[in-house]
Every structure is written in C-alpha cells, then in structure tokens.
Nanobody, 116 residues
Framework: QVQLVESGGGVVQAGGSLRLSCAASESILRFNAMDWYRQAPGAQRELVARIFTGGSTYYEDSVKGRFTLSRDVAMTTVYLQMNNLKPEDTAVYFC??????????WGQGTQVSVSS
C-alpha cells in the first residue's frame, strides 16, 4: 500500500504563494502520473495539474502560468508551486498517484485558504 502525505497548505492573502508537497512512500516513477486535485466546499473534486513519468505536464486552464509542478531528485516527492493565488483557489488539495491498472492512491489532503 503506497502512502501519500501532503503538506504545505495554509492561509495566504491574494497574490501570495504557497508550495505544496506530496511525499510518497516509494518511487513515484512506478506510476503513470502524479496528480494534484482540489475540492472547494460544495464543489466536485477537479484535476488541477498532472506530471507524467516522463516529465511532461498538464495544467488546468485557470492555473496555467501561476502553478508549477516539479519533482525531487529522489523521485519520491512532487511539488506544486502556487503563485499569484486567488480567492477562488481556496480548496482542499489532494495528491493522487495515477495508475494505468488498479486503484489509484490518494493522500489525505491539505487545506489552502486565500483571503481577498
């Protein structure tokens, strides 16, 4: 069973920055991709960003140019650098290890709150 632990959430003013971390209990290269999702109150969980094993990335339109994915050298941690945060970015952010077969793995989430 793979463990994913998110950290780095908090309260920040609009225009500020946060860096989220997702630490995996084993190499993330065994997964097809690592995802960041978010879920705002009363809303569905949505995909924010994805980094594939080969390093290519996907960003949801509303975060393009503001959010950046990266990985550590050991390939056990994925980071989501969030700049120019907006109140609409307020949500619980979840990390997911995306598998081609079998169930995906989820972290427990970390709260991001952006005040105007």
């Amino acid at each position: 069973q793979v463990q994913l632990v998110e950290s780095g959430g908090g309260v920040v003013q609009a225009g500020g920055s946060l860096r989220l971390s997702c630490a995996a209990s084993e190499s993330i290269l065994r997964f097809n991709a690592m995802d960041w999702y978010r879920q705002a109150p009363g809303a569905q969980r949505e995909l924010v960003a994805r980094i594939f094993t080969g390093g290519s990335t996907y960003y949801e339109d509303s975060v393009k140019g503001r959010f950046t994915l990266s990985r550590d050298v050991a390939m056990t941690t994925v980071y989501l650098q969030m700049n120019n945060l907006k109140p609409e970015d307020t949500a619980v952010y979840f990390c997911k290890a995306h598998r081609l077969a079998g169930a995906d793995y989820w972290g427990q989430g970390t709260q991001v709150s952006v005040s105007s």
